[in-house]
């Protein structure tokens, strides 16, 4: 069987190509050299999506906090999740958000109104607080990974 490198290496092995190769071909000319810059950021960006575990570390801290905004926690445990195609996973992730941030901004009609909502704590240190801290730093972690919190 030949070896067949995964994809992280292919992006990685053009990344390489692009700097060493053709970016020292293009001085001179500041747009090229500017365009294959961007590019070789965009491969990176690429890249550490492939790592991120296509939602499935997302999922697992939504259910271990056991928040229960929504029936998709009862509905998608983390076997049946895993299965999902990676579109899929990311619309039942959409979907809690969307969820969450709705339960989070009518925080406040519900204490008014009395209704037997759902109630967060949304204190920092909190479920969740650091649900959406950690959430943030994953999302960053893709679009620019030297940010650090």
Same mark, same amino acid.
């Given at each position: ?5 995964d994809a992280?290496?292919l %992006?990685? =092995?053009?990344?390489?190509?692009m700097?060493?190769?053709?970016l020292? +071909?293009? *001085?001179?000319d500041?747009? &090229?050299?500017?365009?294959t ?19 499935t570390?997302?999922?697992l801290e939504?259910l ?7 029936? %998709?926690? =009862? ?10 195609t +990676?579109? *899929?996973r990311?619309?039942? &992730?959409?979907e809690?958000?969307?969820?969450l941030a ?7 009609e ?6 037997t ?8 240190k ?19 990974p030297?940010?650090?919190?």
């Amino acid at each position: 069987m030949q070896y067949r490198p995964d994809a992280k290496e292919l %992006l990685s =092995t053009i990344q390489e190509f692009m700097m060493k190769e053709l970016l020292p +071909k293009l *001085e001179g000319d500041d747009l &090229l050299s500017y365009k294959t810059l961007v590019s070789w950021n965009m491969l990176g960006v690429i890249a550490r999506e492939f790592e991120n575990s296509e939602y499935t570390k997302s999922w697992l801290e939504i259910l271990d906090s056991k928040l229960l905004l929504s029936d %998709l926690e =009862t509905k998608y445990p983390m076997d049946i999740f895993q299965k999902l195609t +990676k579109k *899929e996973r990311s619309q039942v &992730l959409y979907e809690w958000n969307q969820q969450l941030a709705k339960t989070i901004r009518n925080q406040n009609e519900i204490s008014k109104t009395n209704d037997t909502e759902i109630r967060l704590d949304p204190s920092p240190k909190g479920k969740v607080w650091n649900l959406v801290k950690s959430q943030l730093k994953e999302n960053l972690s893709v679009s620019n990974p030297r940010f650090q919190t």
